[in-house]
């Protein structure tokens, strides 16, 4: 299953609303996962199941969607969440994730 | 809190062998499936492998599938990737990552490991 990420990398200012786009390439249900991942660092989970929050991730993180488009939205963006977001199909193996998107400082 | 630690890694030459090993702790190690996720300098991630939670079951991406194989020790808790015969572009971070799900496979991963580099260069 291929998941296409948009857009590869945005610029965003502190406040702003953002919202990432992943698309499979076949019905996934409500299988997908976001993360997020700052230099060097690994990732860590932020939404499972299309629109269920990991435990200790701010509220201003949400996920929507079903079947083949999904949506991670940042409500008002911080400082700390300029980094590289990915989405993530957890329907059937092979896993695949998408190519990810780097929000940056405007 | 839990906390997975890889080991391992290095620099090799093509065609050699490697084994990475993931030390768990703070959580029942015996009862989760294990995952290895890797990510080539400046690329994006990419799955591996998977092993259930008893070791009964495990799920290979195409471009290992053949050369890699995962492993656990669960008297141990710890996770193994054999990789052999390796390849320039085997060269990546890999990341140990833990599934979710208690004796069942959510296919996805709440923890990481911080990574371990493996280089593949003649």
């Known amino acids: 299953i291929q998941m296409t990420q948009s857009p590869s990398s945005l610029s965003a200012s502190v406040g702003d609303r953002v919202t990432i786009t992943c698309r499979a390439s076949?019905?996934?249900?409500?299988?997908l996962n976001w993360y997020q991942q700052k230099p060097g660092k690994a990732p860590k989970l932020l939404i499972y199941?299309?629109?269920s929050s990991q435990s200790g991730v701010p509220s201003r993180f949400s996920g929507s969607g079903s079947g083949t488009d999904f949506t991670l939205t940042i409500s008002s963006l911080q400082r700390e969440d300029f980094a590289t977001y990915y989405c993530?199909?957890?329907?059937?193996?092979?896993?695949?994730f998408g190519g990810g998107t780097k929000v940056e400082i405007k | 809190q839990v906390q997975l630690v890889e080991s391992g890694g290095g620099v090799v030459q093509p065609g050699d062998s490697l084994r990475l090993s993931c030390a768990a702790s703070?959580?029942?190690?015996?009862?989760?499936?294990m995952h290895w996720v890797r990510q080539a300098p400046g690329k994006g991630l990419e799955w591996v492998t998977f092993?259930?939670?008893?070791?009964?079951?495990?799920y290979y991406a195409d471009s290992v599938k053949g050369r890699f194989t995962i492993s656990r020790d669960n008297s141990k808790n710890t996770l193994y990737l054999q990789m052999n015969s390796l390849r320039a572009e085997d060269t990546a971070v890999y990341y140990c990552?833990?599934?979710?799900?208690?004796?069942?496979?959510?296919?996805?991963?709440?923890?990481w490991g911080q990574g371990a580099l493996v280089t593949v260069s003649s």
């Open positions: 990552a833990k599934d979710p799900k208690w004796e069942l496979t959510g296919y996805y991963f709440d923890f």
């Open positions: 703070g959580f029942s190690f015996s009862s989760y499936g």
């Open positions: 092993i259930r939670y008893d070791g009964t079951n495990k």
């Open positions: 076949q019905t996934i249900s409500k299988y």
């Open positions: 199941a299309a629109s």
């Open positions: 993530q199909q957890s329907y059937s193996t092979p896993l695949t």
